[in-house]
């Protein structure tokens, strides 16, 4: 642990638990309008809505076993669905329609998590992971990789970004949006881009490796408001400075997957891990979602 992590993890801050007793937890995002947190529970086929009156309540069932989950510009919800094999948006009115569901004529492997760029393009990850039943609905892969795509902002263009991972997880723009990092589950590692003027990436290269003792492997994702990126690895969610220096791991003690910013200043992260929800009030302000 380093001096810098002590400004992330004050002194005295304490994980709270929010909820338990679903299948498995994913895809958080944080609807500062509606000031509630949106869920994915994967095999239960549902997302989940917490509100600090309320608690759980049912949004969407069936969620087409989503995953990961985000807000677009106009605050529709943005889903990644493994079953369907599709990302979705969910509109003010509760329509839910695809926004992508094929790449050059072949169904989508499974789409597992989605951010939104400040331009209202979307990007989003295409791993194989929900081609089992558990996890979305027994299928045959019919693209030969596992892609990185972007959206255009007019939902006209589905752009392959790149194609060479293992399997492509989680994935956040730095701050200023000059950088996408992801990371790749089967390599431990997360992978570090220049975005051009375009929305294209470039200039690929590993910015760190995450290795270490414990349950949980690479997965979500999320960068903070002074470039520091947290991913979630063996143990908990590891911190690494905009160098891709170690700064410490916040433990958690189920299998994290994934997190998100929220509350009023954004420095609350919400965690998934298994079959809870949790959180803890960090001093520095996460990246902000619209």
């Known amino acids: 642990m380093t001096s810098k992590f002590s400004e992330i993890v004050p002194e005295g801050a304490k994980l709270e638990k929010l909820a338990t007793g679903f299948m498995f937890t994913e895809g958080p995002i944080w609807d500062a309008a509606k000031k509630c947190l949106f869920f994915s529970d994967i095999p239960g086929n549902k997302i989940r809505k917490w509100t600090e009156d309320k608690g759980i ?37 509760g329509n839910v329609v695809a926004i992508a569901d094929r790449y050059e004529g072949k169904r989508l492997n499974s789409p597992n998590d989605v951010v939104v760029k400040s331009d209202g393009s979307i990007y989003f990850t295409d791993p194989p992971y929900g081609l089992t039943a558990e996890f979305g609905e027994l299928g045959e892969q019919e693209l ?56 294209a990436i470039s200039n690929g290269r590993v910015f760190t490796e995450v290795e270490g003792v414990g349950e949980g492997g690479v997965d979500g994702m999320k960068v903070d408001s002074r470039g520091n990126v947290y991913v979630t690895g063996p143990g908990g969610i590891w911190v690494f400075n905009s160098s891709g220096k170690k700064l410490g791991r916040i433990d958690i003690p189920e299998v994290a997957a994934n997190m998100a910013w929220g509350d009023e200043d954004w420095k609350t992260l919400y965690i998934t891990a298994s079959t809870s929800l949790y959180r803890i009030e960090l001093g520095i302000e996460g990246v902000r979602v619209p």
């Open 144 to 199: 030969p990789f596992q892609g990185v795509y972007r959206l255009s902002s007019d939902g006209k263009s589905l752009t392959l970004l790149i194609d060479d991972f293992e399997k492509p997880n989680g994935l956040a723009f730095s701050p200023d949006e000059s950088l996408l990092y992801i990371d790749d589950t089967d390599r431990s590692h997360i992978r570090m881009f220049d975005v051009n003027p375009d929305g």
């Open 57 to 93: 309540e049912l949004f969407r069932e069936p969620s087409g076993k989503s995953n990961g989950l985000t807000l677009d510009k106009q605050a529709g919800l943005i889903a990644c669905e493994h079953a369907n094999r599709r990302v979705s948006r969910t509109g003010k009115d």
